[in-house]
């Protein structure tokens, strides 16, 4: 009595824990009969990973050309936000432009990415390179002691002058070098230029050393800051800047007013026009799709928050350069912005979710009908299995019906006799055991009805 007064009172815990028990059971029917879909579906979502990569890689190197440069202080700004996302960025140091440019073409150079002066790399010549656009301008300064040299032609006459003009292969020999050559000056023609580091060259400058120094840089940059600060020190005058720009359409003309540098002192004392390139970031065209995206979320967050002297507000970044194709990823990132989980999801997990949601719609379509199916598997299975019965049953009864062989009424019999042994072993849900038992009520009339037909062939 106490125990039927126990059923009448069901325990909702014990109830849940048989039912999960039951689906795991159907589920366990499942990967024992199924096992092969099992192994293609994981094979199919490796492959997915493999060629989605939703994960970045831990460590990422910048060139960042020469030291005290202004693309090695904006690379410096972008180690914290890598750093939030545990990744390490190494900047690494090169000659120049140039050099940081050979680095990222070059496969077997431990380089992913360089900040460099636009229009150094010349168009079509690097298809496995992309742009994320510009971050900053960085004109082209041509510091003299004493008076302003003699103007010939476009350019400065430096007879008997001692000029530095960056390393061997730097953007401003590149630059210095395609703007000479407007008015038929070689480089090596008219002066005793030294090829040595911007840093070095405003060190010699300021003691005396030297007479000049060309360094194309940005305004903040420590070598243009530290030159600057010199009284004595004056910065030229391109009065042909205009005409220049026109013949080199990756170059734009750009002004320091006068009294801009310091209003005490009205320095400069006139308006001073200048020639100006832009900071690119170039990356492997294969760069990872997060990577791309901390480097442009960086880039916006460093043009913020640098006092771009020259630019426009909000004109960085920018993609003003189109030797290097725009990244896709960059494309979209300046058509909508960053992805739109970034604030909710780590960054590398808002990427990859903004990259695949189209195939994760086209696989929703595809795996919905049978998604539905999961929820209570134990349902399906059981339905499944007692379905495939029935139809077993029926076949059984229609072949019995035209059976005169004795020898072949008797296989009848003995599956008969198999399935209902079967009935006992398999996994049923507790909700499905009436099904089972109508199930084997209909076995068992078809097996009495099988030995009638059996006594009646064997009377015969």
């Known amino acids: 009595m ?67 440069s202004t693309f090695e202080a904006l690379g410096k700004k972008f180690i914290p936000l890598f750093a939030q996302e545990k990744i390490r960025l190494h900047l690494i140091n090169t000659s120049g432009s140039a050099s940081s440019l050979r680095d990222l073409a070059d496969k077997n150079v431990q380089v992913n990415a360089a900040l460099m002066v636009s229009g150094i790399p010349e168009k079509d010549k690097y298809p496995n390179l992309n742009s994320l ?52 000056i070689a480089l090596d023609s008219s002066a005793k230029f030294l090829k040595i580091p911007n840093k070095d060259a405003a060190e010699k400058l300021i003691s005396g050393e030297i007479d000049a120094v060309f360094i194309l840089d940005g305004i903040n940059g420590p070598n243009v800051q530290k030159l600057l600060a010199h009284d004595d020190i004056h910065v030229f005058n391109f009065e042909y800047a205009k005409a220049l720009a026109k013949k080199l359409p990756y170059l734009e003309v750009v002004e320091i007013p006068k ?32 990577i791309q995206y901390l480097f442009l979320l960086g880039a916006e967050k460093v043009s913020n928050e640098v006092d771009q002297f020259f630019a426009k507000p909000e004109l ?43 195939l994760l719609i086209a696989a929703l379509a595809v795996i919905y009908p049978i998604f539905k199916l999961f929820p209570s598997y134990r349902h399906t299975r059981a ?48 909700d499905d055991i009436n099904r089972l038992y109508s199930m084997k009520s209909a076995l068992n009339m078809v097996h009495s009805q099988l030995l009638e037909i059996k006594q009646r062939l064997a009377q015969q």
């Open 133 to 184: 656009g510009s971050i900053e301008y960085v004109p082209l300064w041509f510091f003299y002691h004493g008076e302003s040299p003699v103007i010939s032609g476009t350019v400065a006459n430096f007879s008997n002058k001692t000029v530095a003009i960056g390393p061997e292969g730097s953007g401003t020999e590149i630059i210095l070098e395609r703007i000479l050559s407007l008015s038929n």
């Open 2 to 68: 106490n125990k039927f007064k126990s059923k009448q009172n069901p325990s909702l815990i014990l109830h849940t824990r048989d039912s999960l028990l039951q689906e795991f059971q159907a589920w366990w029917g499942l990967l024992k009969s199924e096992w092969y879909w099992v192994l293609i579906l994981i094979a199919g979502l490796l492959l997915l990973l493999a060629f989605t990569r939703p994960l970045p890689p831990k460590d990422v190197y910048l060139a960042v050309g020469q030291e005290g």
């Open 383 to 430: 339905a499944m299995l007692i379905s495939d019965a029935y139809e077993e049953i029926l076949e059984i009864e229609k072949q019995a019906d035209t059976c005169e062989s004795l020898e072949v009424l008797q296989k009848m019999l003995d599956r008969l006799e198999e399935m209902n042994v079967d009935s006992r072993q398999i996994s049923i849900s507790s």
């Open 259 to 290: 009294g801009s540098l310091d209003l005490k002192t009205l320095r400069p004392p006139r308006d001073i026009s200048m020639l100006s390139s832009t900071v690119s970031l170039l990356v492997e065209k294969d760069m990872h799709p997060a």
């Open 316 to 358: 960085f970044p920018a993609y003003l350069d189109h030797n290097i194709p725009l990244s896709p990823v960059a494309h979209r990132f300046y058509e909508n912005g960053a992805p739109p989980l970034k604030d909710t999801l780590p960054l590398w997990l808002s990427s990859y979710l903004d990259r695949i949601w189209i």
